[in-house]
């Protein structure tokens, strides 16, 4: 466990690619969002604070099965960036780092977020971006000093690209932080790889 790393949770999409709310998908008996939790909660992440919409209440309904914080981002055309904005300021005055999670990607493996949380530890400063086969994926560790200067002008890709000598990639071996879920056909293709991945643990 990493006491002062946190998680944010952005949970307040309103999915119009996939023509229905993701973050309650089934994936393997669980939702897309349960998924997310679970992953960090079994990561060793311990403070964690879900932004849902201003019509996400079953969204917050789901997220209250789990030990989180749930908050609401009040702007109902709010992008990430603003959700951010709304989580930040639900953290803990110990927070020293926020691990960016999406339910977009629910098949990320623990492993990897305890992995960040490692990373962090080692090089306190910089943002740390996870890469799999050489691509780059989520979720994202970036230091709370960092994730201050996200304003309201700029999105969470401006802050990482201000300064690229303060980023690092985390090589993993967790295709899952390349598994986006934007619409129907990203969903059926998870539901899939999920299903093999089952059928390879029996």
Known sequence: MNGDVAAIVAAAGLSKRMGCCKQLLQLGGKTALARCLDTLLAGGIREIVVVVGVQGELVAAEAGRFPVQVVVNNDPAGDMASSLRVGRAALSAATRAVIVALCDYPLVQPATVAELT?????????????????????????????????????????????????VSFLPVEDPGILSDMDTPEDYRHLCGLLADLEACRT
């Not at 962090?120 to 086969?133: D, K, L, N, T």
């Open 118 to 166: 490692m990373a962090h530890a080692m090089e306190p400063g910089r943002i740390v971006i996870p890469s799999h086969g050489g691509r780059r994926g989520h979720p994202l560790l970036i230091p709370r000093t960092v994730l201050e200067e996200l304003q309201d002008e700029l999105t969470l890709r401006d802050v990482v690209r201000r300064d690229q000598r303060r």
